[in-house]
């Protein structure tokens, strides 16, 4: 295997096919084995033989991303447009941050006249590209076709959100749409964001504070006067424990980067009252207490995606990595129900410990992060409010906003928690 893998590296390819057939009378499924053989039959034009051979490669290895794209380049020399996709789609699930195989998606689906799903493939392909591949010389044609896909879907997308303002750009005064329109050219690439660092919907001139006075919201009194009734709701819920999902359940050919540990594990549960904007009856007709104090605040409401309510399970020993939320046009609230020792909430450089009962707003696109460190479960209610500094056109113009990128990516899109 060793001599068949350095006569690959120099090039000598006649020799190391040899080689590797050796390789394969002594073990038939060798995944390397396969795949060269078959990217040697390929360059040969002997397609059918490189056909059997990827074929048999990817069957070994569902995992090996190599071969994939390589059964996506035969099928592509064959004229199957679409099998090629399919087969760039399992080197992506296999490798989510292979940047090359994001790039013969992006071109893939122009062939297939889909521009904007390329124009995402194809942002992707230039978050994941390692900064010397973006400068060296021999991919610059490359790496400029991506960045003109990209500007040319954000024009397209400013376009297409500013034909669906239902009229409000009309009715308000200019300072009171400026920050607004400088959100439009964020969100379409005219203009950096500066502060903080939200991941879908940055909005421009919000101030960066990590944690809010409380003192500061007239909701929040009657929120924390109906802790009681809430805790007595959760300690029902947890004698069903199967309520509970795991909060973090990445998409498949999604990195799931530092949740990894956290992907699909109920060390971080959730039990949802209301998810994507739909209230989850099943759930919420336990917890009508709970339902009653949230109804009291000014939540987002934006169609198939706002409210987001849940309490917040974190099992003994567990940490939260440093992340960032999506949109600052939205604050996160905490109400601490179960509190043991040696929890706590750190946002920005600031850090919290909750205490039960005492409501908590913060501003998740600052980095942040929670553990519990203790020997028992922490549990916090957890729901959304509009940023006070948003007027109410402002709010409907963000809700229209997060709508129409919706509609605009498609209804399978990941776009986080927009």
């Given at each position: 295997?060793?001599?068949?893998?350095?006569?690959?590296?120099r090039?000598?390819?006649?020799?190391?096919?040899?080689?590797?057939?050796?390789?394969?009378?002594?073990?038939?499924?060798?995944?390397?084995?396969?795949?060269?053989?078959?990217?040697?039959?390929?360059?040969?034009?002997?397609?059918?033989?490189?056909?059997?051979?990827?074929?048999?490669?990817?069957?070994a290895?569902?995992?090996?991303?190599?071969?994939?794209?390589?059964?996506?380049?035969?099928?592509?020399?064959?004229?199957?447009?679409?099998a090629?996709?399919?087969?760039?789609?399992?080197?992506?699930?296999?490798?989510?941050?292979?940047?090359?195989?994001?790039?013969?998606?992006?071109?893939?689906?122009?062939?297939?006249?889909?521009?904007?799903?390329?124009?995402?493939?194809?942002?992707?392909?230039?978050?994941?590209?390692?900064?010397?591949?973006?400068?060296?010389?021999?991919?610059?044609?490359?790496?400029?076709?991506?960045?003109k896909?990209?500007?040319?879907?954000?024009?397209?997308?400013?376009?297409?959100?500013?034909?669906?303002?239902?009229?409000?750009?009309?009715?308000?005064?200019?300072?009171?749409?400026e920050?607004?329109?400088?959100?439009?050219?964020?969100?379409?690439?005219?203009?950096?964001?500066?502060?903080?660092?939200?991941?879908?919907?940055?909005?421009?001139?919000?101030?960066?504070?990590?944690?809010f006075?409380?003192?500061?919201?007239?909701?929040?009194?009657?929120v924390?006067?109906?802790?009681?009734?809430?805790?007595?709701?959760?300690?029902?819920?947890?004698?069903?424990?199967?309520?509970?999902?795991?909060?973090?359940q990445?998409?498949?050919?999604?990195?799931?980067?530092?949740?990894?540990?956290?992907?699909?594990?109920?060390?971080?549960?959730?039990?949802?009252?209301?998810?994507?904007?739909?209230?989850?009856?099943?759930?919420?007709?336990l917890?009508?207490?709970?339902?009653?104090?949230?109804?009291q605040?000014?939540?987002?409401?934006?169609?198939?995606?706002?409210?987001?309510?849940?309490?917040?399970?974190?099992?003994p020993?567990?940490?939260?990595?440093?992340?960032?939320?999506?949109?600052?046009?939205?604050?996160?609230?905490?109400?601490?129900?179960?509190?043991?020792?040696?929890?706590?909430?750190?946002?920005?450089?600031?850090?919290?410990?909750w205490?039960?009962?005492?409501?908590?707003?913060?501003?998740?696109t600052?980095?942040?992060?929670?553990?519990n460190?203790?020997?028992r479960?922490?549990?916090?209610?957890?729901?959304?409010?509009?940023?006070?500094?948003?007027?109410?056109?402002?709010?409907?113009?963000?809700?229209?906003?997060?709508?129409?990128?919706m509609?605009?990516?498609?209804?399978?899109?990941?776009?986080?928690?927009?």
């Amino acid at each position: 295997m060793m001599e068949a893998d350095q006569l690959s590296r120099r090039g000598q390819s006649e020799a190391a096919v040899s080689r590797w057939k050796q390789v394969l009378d002594i073990e038939s499924d060798y995944p390397p084995a396969l795949n060269f053989i078959g990217v040697y039959s390929m360059a040969r034009g002997d397609f059918a033989v490189a056909r059997e051979y990827l074929l048999r490669a990817v069957a070994a290895a569902p995992k090996f991303a190599m071969a994939h794209a390589n059964l996506s380049r035969l099928h592509g020399a064959q004229g199957d447009t679409d099998a090629a996709l399919a087969s760039i789609n399992q080197a992506i699930a296999a490798d989510p941050a292979a940047w090359g195989a994001h790039m013969e998606r992006a071109r893939l689906l122009e062939v297939k006249g889909q521009p904007r799903e390329a124009a995402a493939s194809w942002g992707r392909a230039l978050a994941y590209m390692p900064e010397s591949a973006a400068q060296s010389a021999q991919l610059q044609q490359l790496v400029a076709q991506a960045r003109k896909a990209v500007s040319e879907n954000q024009e397209a997308l400013r376009e297409f959100l500013q034909d669906r303002m239902h009229g409000l750009m009309g009715k308000g005064s200019r300072p009171e749409l400026e920050r607004f329109e400088n959100c439009l050219d964020i969100v379409t690439g005219r203009r950096e964001f500066v502060t903080a660092r939200p991941l879908m919907l940055p909005y421009p001139r919000l101030p960066a504070i990590p944690f809010f006075d409380t003192s500061t919201f007239d909701w929040v009194p009657g929120v924390e006067a109906a802790f009681p009734d809430i805790l007595r709701e959760l300690e029902s819920l947890l004698q069903q424990p199967d309520l509970f999902v795991p909060y973090v359940q990445t998409q498949a050919g999604t990195p799931t980067g530092q949740f990894d540990a956290l992907d699909r594990n109920l060390d971080w549960g959730a039990l949802f009252l209301w998810k994507n904007g739909a209230r989850i009856s099943s759930n919420a007709d336990l917890c009508p207490r709970t339902e009653a104090a949230i109804s009291q605040t000014p939540q987002n409401v934006i169609p198939n995606r706002a409210p987001v309510v849940f309490f917040s399970a974190l099992k003994p020993g567990t940490h939260i990595p440093p992340h960032n939320g999506a949109t600052n046009t939205r604050l996160t609230v905490h109400l601490p129900l179960i509190v043991p020792p040696d929890c706590g909430l750190r946002v920005g450089g600031e850090t919290h410990t909750w205490q039960p009962g005492k409501v908590v707003v913060f501003d998740d696109t600052i980095t942040h992060e929670a553990w519990n460190y203790s020997d028992r479960l922490r549990v916090v209610l957890i729901f959304d409010v509009w940023h006070p500094m948003l007027t109410p056109l402002e709010r409907q113009l963000v809700a229209h906003t997060v709508e129409s990128i919706m509609n605009f990516y498609g209804e399978n899109a990941d776009l986080g928690e927009l």
